[in-house]
């Protein structure tokens, strides 16, 4: 029998070859030549990796097999399956917001950008873009780029991976 694993994959209104998405249950099957990143059904274990490649903001939890490789972060199967599938538009947001606010200490940010970041009122959002691109260009781009690297090591992968799973499950159950 051939190993099933559970992965995520984000979907867009159609798949990438313009196939409608499936309803959650359906297996679909891809017929041709298997290929990482150019033929076949791919997703991730990871939901961070799923999101690395989404072609949209719905997020699917799906089941693969027939798996043909496997990379750090994706996979290639012949056969995949919606589990479920949340609307991640605003889920995505909330989860970026949270993420910023994690390094925020990491420079001295316009007001606001914290308020922004804080409460999530859209009203505020392109002053806080604007402001934040400011910010940037005045701190230098070496500095900034030090902080985003400092703050995305392993040990934030893995706690970011976690809250994001966690927001997604919390969300699926307001369904």
Request: proline share 4%; glycine share 10%; charged share 25%.
């Amino acid at each position: 029998m051939a190993k099933t694993v559970k992965a995520w994959h984000f979907v867009g209104p159609k798949l990438r070859d313009g196939r409608p998405v499936p309803p959650d249950g359906e297996w679909l099957v891809h017929g041709g030549p298997v290929e990482m990143c150019a033929s076949g059904l791919h997703a991730s274990r990871k939901v961070l990796n799923a999101l690395h490649y989404a072609p949209g903001n719905t997020i699917c939890r799906v089941e693969c097999t027939d798996i043909v490789q496997e990379d750090d972060d994706k996979l290639v199967c012949r056969r995949r399956r919606i589990l479920w599938r949340v609307g991640g538009g605003d889920l995505l947001r909330d989860f970026a917001r949270r993420c910023a606010l994690d390094v925020i200490h990491l420079w001295d940010a316009p007001e606001i950008v914290v308020r922004y970041l804080r409460t999530g009122d859209e009203s505020m959002r392109a002053a806080a873009g604007a402001a934040a691109r400011a910010a940037g260009r005045a701190a230098g781009r070496a500095a900034a780029g030090d902080a985003a690297w400092a703050a995305a090591g392993a040990a934030a992968w893995v706690k970011q991976e976690r809250r994001l799973v966690a927001m997604i499950h919390a969300a699926r159950r307001q369904i």
